[in-house]
Nanobody, 123 residues
Framework: VQLQAYGGGLVQTGDSLRLSCAASGRRFSNNGMGWFRQVPGEEREFVAGIMWNGGRTYYADSVKDRFTISRDNSKNMLYLQMNSLKPEDTAVYYC?????????????????WGQGTLVTVSS
């Protein structure tokens, strides 16, 4: 079972990026999914989550109205559209599959993780 996140890169303040996460080895259509990010020396933090059917989404206050999480269960894919990027968004971004159908904001509630993709936003 593997989750592979990609799409990160170096952008400028105000730019947009779209992260993707491809799942293989099993289907996650019954699982909530989430995006987390981590800066070296800091704890991994919740960014966004989406219910198993995409029916409801959840966001950290710091990214609300700028980021949009979505999923395509037919393709076993998860996405994070990031707009109006700020330098404080710089981090390694991880996709993860939740143990349940509703995504949690707590990383221990996720049991599958991607390898991370680096997003760097320059000022």
């Amino acid at each position: 079972v593997q989750l592979q996140a990609y799409g990160g890169g170096l952008v400028q303040t105000g730019d947009s990026l779209r992260l993707s996460c491809a799942a293989s080895g099993r289907r996650f259509s019954n699982n909530g999914m989430g995006w987390f990010r981590q800066v070296p020396g800091e704890e991994r933090e919740f960014v966004a989550g989406i219910m198993w059917n995409g029916g409801r989404t959840y966001y950290a206050d710091s990214v609300k109205d700028r980021f949009t999480i979505s999923r395509d269960n037919s393709k076993n894919m998860l996405y994070l559209q990031m707009n109006s990027l700020k330098p404080e968004d710089t981090a390694v971004y991880y996709c993860a599959a939740s143990r349940g159908a509703v995504p949690s904001r707590q990383s221990p509630d996720y049991n599958y993780w991607g390898q991370g993709t680096l997003v760097t936003v320059s000022s």
